[in-house]
């Protein structure tokens, strides 16, 4: 059974870059799309990023969009999120999941403040 690990998250200034990683265990990630997505407290989650896994296909929100990137590292059977110029309202806890989605974990704290 597929599990799925977020880890990368932490305190940046504004402007700042991090990597988030998605390790997966139980399972190959190649069969499957995956996304990434944050809910800030008291609001839905919100789809951030997808890569697909039929064709390499990726998908980002308008708010991410020319900032994030998304990529997979097959061999290592990890998706990564790079976030660049980050601003305090990326600030929420990220998840990654399948597209359609499974079990959610337990995510890694974001936050982007001076």
């Known amino acids: 059974q597929l599990q799925l690990v977020e880890s990368g998250g932490g305190l940046v200034q504004p402007g700042g870059s991090l990597r988030l990683s998605c390790a997966a265990s139980g399972s190959t990630l190649d069969y499957y799309t995956i996304g990434w997505f944050r809910q800030a407290p008291g609001k839905g989650r919100e789809g951030v990023s997808c890569h697909s896994s039929s064709d390499g296909s990726t998908y980002y929100a308008d708010s991410v969009k020319g900032r994030f990137t998304i990529s997979r590292d097959n061999a290592k059977n990890t998706v990564y999120l790079q976030m660049n110029s980050l601003k305090p309202e990326d600030t929420t806890v990220y998840y990654c999941?399948?597209?359609?989605?499974?079990?959610w974990g337990q995510g890694t704290q974001v936050t982007v403040s001076s």
């Open positions: 999941n399948t597209v359609p989605s499974g079990s």
